[in-house]
């Protein structure tokens, strides 16, 4: 079994620790795939600031493949985050950076790499619905 995570990307940035975080579900999906063992990769749109870069090679060094993956001039989503009594509370997002407002359009060689994968995942903040009857047609879960 094989897993692509397909669409977003996201930096939670912790204020009240002072840390960032890589991730967004799709990318979250892939990575713990990969952690329980199983061939991951990763497809979407990364932004070409420094924080694109920093999820980038995160995920790329827990062993996800990311090389299908696009880089588009434009932000990373960033979700600005705190803990209190033990629970995330969300205080702001800037509205999915390039991923959400670019994403990725399947072509031939796109489809031909994610038909490859046993199950492909994507989530409500994607922008990937369009794409998501194509993925149906050509066979992975």
């Known amino acids: 079994m094989n897993v692509l995570g397909f669409g977003d990307n996201t930096v939670d940035r912790f204020v009240d620790r002072g840390i960032d975080y890589p991730g967004g579900n799709c990318v979250n999906v892939a990575v713990f795939a990969r952690r329980l063992g199983l061939d991951a990769a990763y497809l979407g749109v990364f932004g070409d600031d420094d924080l694109g870069t920093f999820v980038r090679t995160a995920v790329a060094a827990q062993g996800v493949a990311v090389e299908h993956s ?3 001039h434009g932000e990373t989503s960033v979700s600005t985050l705190c803990v209190r009594d033990g629970d995330r509370e969300f205080l702001g997002y800037n509205g999915g950076g390039v991923s959400a407002r670019e994403p990725l359009t399947l072509d031939a060689r796109l489809m031909a790499y994610a038909a490859s994968f046993t199950l492909v995942h994507s989530s409500v903040y994607s922008g990937t ?3 998501l009857p194509k993925l ?3 066979g992975p879960l």
């Open 129 to 131: 619905e369009s794409e």
């Open 70 to 72: 696009v880089v588009r």
């Open 136 to 138: 149906a047609a050509v």
